[in-house]
């Protein structure tokens, strides 16, 4: 194993305000994830998954505490700065998917490079390549609201991916699928950790794709503990 982690996080702590007294999610998170391996966060509903992946990915700031990619403090970065590193290096995948409905699958997955600056046509290559391997190269252009679930989620994956980032955050990426379409997007997560050597991070309450990860850690009463399942 490499001896940087690709992610850590050391003493995360989060507070939320309220009107009957501050409210206390994570209270104290360490964290360690090695290049390559695929790792879920479990717990119930509530406890706090969404705020901790939202914070190793640099989406929410806590109230205490640090978060390193590849030993670097990416909370030292000005907002702006953490935006353009969001998007460079950073691959999230949540459970609704988040497609702009007046862009097709192709415009979609497309759109990070462009806002990244990349030139279209490579973007266009790239995008198309990856719509393709996930199996909806017959749909590069098909009406957003037309496509399944499944189908939506795996533009949501290709999206994440089009920037080859060198980790991925999954929120309930199989929160919001029938059984089949999530099957399908599970074993679409653990081919690409094998075939790019990505690291994957998912919080999810689906046990069946927590079972397949590397290492399952269960979020209560705002800490973290690695767990068996």
């Known amino acids: 194993m490499d001896k940087i982690p690709a ?3 050391r003493n995360l702590h989060k507070v939320f305000p309220h009107p009957e007294g501050e ?21 119930p509903s509530g406890v706090g998954k969404t705020t901790l992946l939202h914070l190793l990915g640099g989406l929410d700031r806590p109230s205490r ?4 990619h590849f030993g ?19 691959g999230f995948i949540f459970q609704f998917h988040y497609l702009l409905p007046e862009f097709d699958p192709l415009e979609n997955v497309m759109l990070p490079g462009l806002l990244a600056g990349r030139p279209r046509r490579e973007m266009e290559e790239r995008a198309r390549e990856l719509l393709q391997r996930l199996g909806l190269g017959h749909r590069l252009h098909h009406r957003i609201s037309g496509l399944s679930g499944g189908e939506r989620q795996r533009v949501a994956i290709a999206r994440a991916l089009v920037l080859s980032p060198r980790l991925i955050l ?7 699928l029938d059984v089949d379409s999530a099957r ?11 075939k790019y050597d990505t690291t994957l991070v998912v919080a999810t309450h689906n046990l069946e794709l927590a079972a397949r990860m590397d290492r399952v850690f269960k979020l209560e009463a705002g800490r973290l503990r690695e767990v068996s399942l």
Do not use: C, F, M
């Open 23 to 43: 409210v206390e999610i994570l209270r104290g998170v360490d964290l360690r994830i090695w290049p390559s391996e695929k790792v879920a966060i479990v717990g």
């Open 65 to 68: 505490g640090q978060v390193l």
């Open 170 to 176: 999954a929120d309930e990426p199989t929160g919001n």
């Open 184 to 194: 399908e997007v599970t074993e679409i997560l653990l081919q690409l950790n094998r």
């Open 7 to 9: 992610l850590e996080a």
């Open 72 to 90: 670097k403090d990416i909370l030292s970065l000005s907002d702006e700065d953490l935006s353009v590193y969001r998007n460079l290096h950073l």
